[in-house]
Nanobody, 122 residues
């Protein structure tokens, strides 16, 4: 089992930045692929960015490439998402997720989820 707790959400003006954190605890965190998903009101959940268990492979959806950066700090059991040049369409609840099997923004649904942190861009 892996427990995930997100933080760092908030309200920001368009063009601003936020940094999301996800603190992980539980079994064998370092062996997990991890990622960030988001869901806006009335829309389906979508994967935003993922990172492999060793941190070497990252994937992003096209709409955030060049603006968002995902990183994994295994020493601190923390997943990060640096979000720059934020746009109103980035407004959503952001969820941290993890799984023992690899997943990317195009494939795979992780088993472990956090409760989410709200990001609002105006």
């Amino acid at each position: 089992q892996v427990q995930l707790v997100e933080s760092g959400g908030g309200s920001v003006q368009a063009g601003g930045s936020l940094k999301l954190s996800c603190e992980a605890s539980g079994n064998r965190y370092n062996n997990k692929s991890m990622g960030w998903f988001r869901q806006a009101p009335g829309k389906e959940r979508e994967a935003v960015a993922t990172i492999s268990n060793d941190g070497r492979v990252t994937t992003y959806i096209d709409s955030v490439k060049g603006r968002f950066s995902i990183a994994k700090d295994n020493a601190k059991n923390t997943l990060l998402l640096q979000m720059d040049s934020l746009k109103p369409e980035d407004t959503a609840m952001y969820y941290c997720a993890a799984d023992g099997f690899p997943f990317t923004v195009d494939a795979g649904i992780p088993n472990y989820w956090g409760q989410g942190t709200q990001v609002t861009v105006s």
